[in-house]
């Protein structure tokens, strides 16, 4: 499989905010969209996705996971970016059409079809800086995916930087584009001087999230994360990695987390750090870098609650286990 992210389908979904309103959405050709080069979110970077995915179940069917959190998320998004309201139901209509349309070439696990909704403000009107764009797009598109792991299942080498942050902590909820380029010049540095895949967020001691995972540590039967602010982006599969860890019985601890009891914990035998998010689900800590020190956490190698908690939400998508908590979505 070729890189995530780099297959689309050949069409998406698409509706204009026009007029104070939103056109009958439609299905376009995935290759090109136009817009004037003064649209407000190429000078003021007014633009929001969403990433979620589908999955085909053993008997065919195609589910989407959690849509409602996603639109949810993504309605929030577009309200603290001030662009153009959405319409929940008409977005989450636009998504089961398009998936429905490329149903056939959702593949089978543990592939899945990623699903990026986007909404972008297009008022050509560059003296806007301060005030928001009367026009928009939102548009659905679709990636097949593989296995994350295909390559193995490696573990991260994070950088833990605690003079920086990601974003501006107001935006840290948003999901929303200057936020990524805001973290590539640290994440740029922690590669070439530490050799570390990724950047962990810890602004003043507190530990946060990567550039685009949260971030969880497990030691024994305890979860331990930052609780939910304003300053990092609520996962939704930080928020379902939770549940089941409940569910199975664990204590689920959302709270402050120093770089201090990070290392002293993550020196322990048996303790297990991950990244959470939707492409690669959980994927494992091996090395913490701090002060040009080298820490292993745990074995340094994936450890058992990870592959279990990893396990029970496949199961979950992949439609083998029962969907408590009403997560799937028809299309
Ligand atoms: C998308 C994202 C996550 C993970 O969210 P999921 O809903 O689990 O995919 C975490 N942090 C950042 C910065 C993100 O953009």
Known sequence: MSTFGTVFMPEMAISRFENDSWDTSSIVSADSISMHPGAHVLHYSSTCFEGLKAFRQDDGS???????????????????????????????????????????????????????????????????????????????????????????SATLRLLLDDSGMRCAPHNGRIKSGGNYASALGPIMRARESHDAHQVLFCPDGDVQETGAANFLLIDGNEIITKALDDSFLHGITRDSILTLARDMGMTVSERQLTIEELLERAAKPGTEATLSGTAAVLTPVGELVHNGKVYTVGSGNEGPTTTKLRSAINDIQWGRAEDKHGWLFDV
């Open 62 to 152: 195609v589910k989407i996971f959690r849509l409602d959190r996603s639109i949810a998320r993504f309605a929030q998004s577009t309200e603290l970016l001030s662009l153009p309201t959405i319409d929940k139901e008409a977005t989450a209509q636009m998504i089961k059409d398009v998936v429905a349309k490329f149903a056939a070439e959702v593949p089978a696990p543990p592939g899945s079809m990623y699903i990026r909704p986007t909404h972008i403000g297009t008022e050509p009107a560059i003296g806007k800086a301060a005030s928001p764009s009367l026009t928009s797009i939102q548009y659905i598109l679709l990636s097949p995916v593989g296995d994350y792991f295909s390559g193995g």
